[in-house]
């Protein structure tokens, strides 16, 4: 079974210019989240997607970033502009539901690293 | 509202000691528990769960978890640490209230040889 795909890999822009990163879940899985995560620090909750519906977006920062996940499948998280506090590792995971994600495993990818210079 | 604590920034051991990571959780139902490891430059994976069995919960690589609700702890553990347990780890809550799963700052392991 594929993982979950993210990408790119890396990224590296300088402050005030856009960037998209591009997820695609396991097969199936209808629960996609992005998470944020600092150096040093514990992966933070951007926003969770059931289907393509947002269960929860409370903590993105809706003034530079927005999401999508139009058909339900693959997602994009954008940042426009970026700012130099947005270096981080973005971090895609899929549940295979809202009630998985609670009781059993997130499946996560490999990240997206982003530089703001 | 549901938070979760992990105790140490870094924890150092030599290889073949037992090794403790601490975790202790605030939830305002009944919570489920997970450890998640991250290697450098690798996505994490789940390591164990505990969602409301067993209390001493059994998981990958002979790590295993002792849920405590009298001390709302989730401490992790392993008997004998390996080189290749050198990793990053991450205790995390989830609880039905909210689907949301809440991560820990995070315990760096060191092993030394």
């Known amino acids: 079974e594929a993982g979950v795909a993210q990408s790119p890999r890396y990224k590296i822009i300088e402050k005030r210019q856009s960037v998209a990163f591009w997820c695609n879940p396991i097969?199936?899985?209808?629960?996609l989240y992005w998470y944020q995560q600092i150096l040093g620090q514990g992966p933070k909750l951007l926003i969770q997607?059931?289907?393509?519906?947002?269960?929860?977006d409370s903590q993105l920062p809706k003034d530079r970033f927005s999401a999508e996940r139009l058909k339900g499948v693959d997602s994009t998280l954008k940042i426009q502009p970026a700012k130099l506090e947005d270096s981080a590792v973005y971090l895609c995971?899929?549940?295979?539901?809202?009630?998985?994600?609670?009781?059993?495993?997130?499946?996560f990818g490999e990240g997206s690293r982003l530089t703001v210079l | 509202a549901q938070s979760v604590t992990q105790l140490d920034s870094h924890v150092s051991v030599s290889e073949g000691t037992p090794v403790l990571l601490r975790c202790n959780y605030s939830s305002s139902y009944s919570p489920s528990l997970f450890w998640y490891v991250q290697h450098p430059n690798k996505g994490l994976q789940l390591l164990l769960k505990?969602?409301?069995?067993?209390?001493l919960v059994k998981g990958i690589n002979g790590f295993e978890a002792e849920f405590k609700k009298s001390e709302t702890s989730f401490h992790l553990t392993k008997p004998s640490a390996h080189m290749s347990d050198a990793a990053e780890y991450f205790c995390v809550v989830s609880e039905g209230g909210s689907y949301i799963p809440t991560f820990g700052r995070g315990t760096s392991l060191i092993v030394h040889p």
């Open positions: 505990y969602t409301s069995a067993a209390t």
């Open positions: 097969s199936g899985h209808a629960t």
């Open positions: 997607f059931q289907n393509n519906g947002v269960v929860d």
């Open positions: 995971a899929s549940s295979l539901d809202l009630r998985t994600s609670v009781f059993g495993e997130l499946f």
